[in-house]
């Protein structure tokens, strides 16, 4: 088990315009399991691949152990990688790949059959050890390419990916089997994808990066409750948070023609910070269905029903926003209303609203914010 810290840690590809990994600090510690996510070209692929020797380190610094890595080869950091790509020898068999990195370093004969033999047993592969990679599933052989990497006993894992070829369904059972395997073996590890759902069951913390910077990196509920920022907002949770900007009144904020009552201390740091509009935040969950009371009138154009709840999706007919334009409220029944229908959204009575400065994105109000049924 290591600790692994990122301090000001720069990576920028020839020819680049901006940097690929933007003075990224991180400090991740013994035995826990992190998770960087973030959309597509954020830098999180590589920032795992810093640290695994396979990217220049070209400004900052990154340690293990504090033992500082620049100018340390791959092979010498003791830390074993797991691919999107499976990449195992199709001419092996399963016992052979996940043996081979050992035999290559060395390792006797009987000292490989008893790691494999032992990886095997905690990855539920004992049976297949004698089959080669054409027949097994997809699931078996992410998990060959799992075991290659546990048999070497590293001091880090770096995962890239791992489940990106798996069908949903096996990606849902894969990704528990990986997250109670780390905390069986306690090693730290560093795991990347780009799925935000993969990332709040996984980690222990999680670290979202946007364009090579990091934006937060908090526990998965912190996450979710307190982003630190409209884009984490928006990119935690699923449906995403509805982001709306609004404007300031003595009252509350304007969205939709309605006005969402806050509270007066709420209102007056809305005020020192010279603002006159902000951008709402609220989740789908916060919204409850109300034909009668008042709130935000829409149309629903779409139901996404998933057995034990739906999700209505409407449109106001007028709204200044940053985000899609549609209002996401979550339901506990089926069917609540029908595409093309005008309902009532009302933010529930205590529903926590979140505010974000309209230029910067930055959270503005460190407190919970709390909606007055003002509407």
């Known amino acids: 088990m290591s600790t692994v810290s990122y301090r000001s840690a720069s990576c920028v590809y ?4 901006s940097l690929a990994v933007d003075s990224l600090d991180l400090d991740i ?3 826990e399991f992190v998770v960087l996510v973030g959309p597509s070209g954020s ?3 590589t920032a795992l691949r810093m640290l695994a020797g396979l990217e220049e380190i070209d400004a900052g610094s990154i340690t293990i152990d504090n033992e500082d890595m620049v100018g340390v080869a791959a092979k010498d ?4 990688m797991v691919f999107q790509n499976y990449a195992l020898y199709p001419n092996k068999t399963v016992a052979e790949n996940m043996g081979f990195a050992l035999k290559m370093r060395g390792v006797g004969l009987e000292e490989r059959k008893r790691r494999v033999a032992a990886a095997a047993q905690l990855l539920d592969l004992t049976e297949y050890l004698d089959r080669k990679p054409a027949k097994l599933s997809g699931g078996q052989r992410q998990r060959v390419a799992m075991g290659r990497a ?3 006993e590293p001091r880090l894992f770096c995962m890239d990916e791992p489940l990106s070829n798996l069908d949903a369904k096996l990606r849902v059972a894969t990704r528990g089997q990986i997250a109670a395997l780390q905390r069986r073996l306690g090693t730290t590890t560093v795991y990347v994808t780009h799925d935000q759902v993969e990332a709040m069951t996984m980690g222990d913390r999680v670290a ?8 937060q990196f908090s526990p998965p509920t912190e996450l979710y409750d307190r982003p630190a920022n409209a884009f984490v907002a928006g990119f935690i949770g699923s449906p995403a948070m509805n982001l709306f900007e609004a404007e300031i009144r003595s009252d509350g904020v304007v969205l939709a023609g309605s006005t969402l009552g806050l509270p007066r201390e709420t209102l007056d740091q809305l005020a020192a910070a010279h603002l006159t509009s902000v951008t709402v935040g609220i989740r789908p969950e916060q919204l409850d269905i109300d034909g009668g009371a008042p709130g935000f009138p829409v149309t629903v154009e779409l139901i996404e029903e998933l057995g034990s709840e739906s999700y209505v999706y409407g449109r106001p007919a007028t709204l200044s926003t940053n985000g899609s334009g549609l209002f996401v409220a979550r339901s506990p029944h089926r069917a609540p209303a029908k595409p093309g229908q005008s309902i009532t959204l009302r933010v529930r009575d205590g529903g926590i609203v979140h505010l974000f400065h309209p230029t910067t994105g930055e959270r503005v109000v460190d407190a919970d914010v709390h909606a007055r049924s003002s509407q």
């Open 14 to 17: 020839p020819g680049a315009t």
């Open 29 to 31: 510690a013994d035995g």
């Open 43 to 45: 830098g999180k692929s």
């Open 77 to 80: 950091r003791d830390i074993a």
């Open 150 to 152: 546990i048999v070497r």
């Open 208 to 215: 979202v990066l946007r364009d090579g910077k990091l934006q």
